[in-house]
């Protein structure tokens, strides 16, 4: 909160900087490889299992200890209805949208992958918007749905982009 923004915004803004930083120390000193060994150890973690079994798991939890599992179940028809339209418009659109700039650029990137991008980055995070919505006072019954719908379509992203993956 030092420059009063959100903090996903400072995990991104960190991860740029963290970036650059490795950018710059490979141009000032490339006898190091700083950039081939910092490729190397990424190049070692397990994507799916880091996403599915690391943070996406801790996402989750947090985001559901914040809500009333009574008012979810009385909010579930437009929550549903929310989360599995907006994870599968978002993917089509992605997908769709992101295939054809590549094919504007004459850059040959396959459908299949292009969704699996879309899956990938249609969830909302949970946090950021329960943060999102406190910071607002919203009603409680659109925290409610909104929440709900973060929560599950996080879920329901996770499996759509494993199962484009699969199919890709």
Do not use: M, W
Not at 44 to 49: D, L, Q, S, V
Not at 90 to 100: K, L, M, Q
């Amino acid at each position: 909160y030092v420059f009063r923004l959100p903090s996903t915004i400072g995990l991104l803004l960190g991860g740029l900087l963290a970036s650059a930083a490795i950018l710059a120390a490979n141009s000032l000193l490339p006898s190091l490889a700083i950039t081939a060994e910092a490729s190397a150890l990424i190049g070692r973690i397990y994507f799916t299992r880091f996403l599915f079994g690391g943070v996406l798991s801790f996402l989750l939890f947090a985001g559901a200890l914040q809500l009333d599992l009574e008012d979810l179940a009385r909010e579930r028809v437009p929550i549903l209805v929310l989360a599995i339209l907006g994870v599968v418009l978002s993917t089509v659109i992605i997908g769709f949208s992101s295939h054809a700039v590549f094919r504007l650029l004459h850059v040959d990137v396959p459908l299949s992958y292009c969704l699996v991008f879309g899956a990938l980055i249609a969830p909302t995070d949970p946090i950021a918007v329960l943060g999102i919505l406190d910071k607002l006072h919203a009603p409680k019954s659109l925290d409610v749905r909104i929440g709900g719908e973060s929560l599950f379509n996080d879920g329901l992203g996770g499996d759509t982009f494993s199962i484009l993956l699969a199919v890709a």
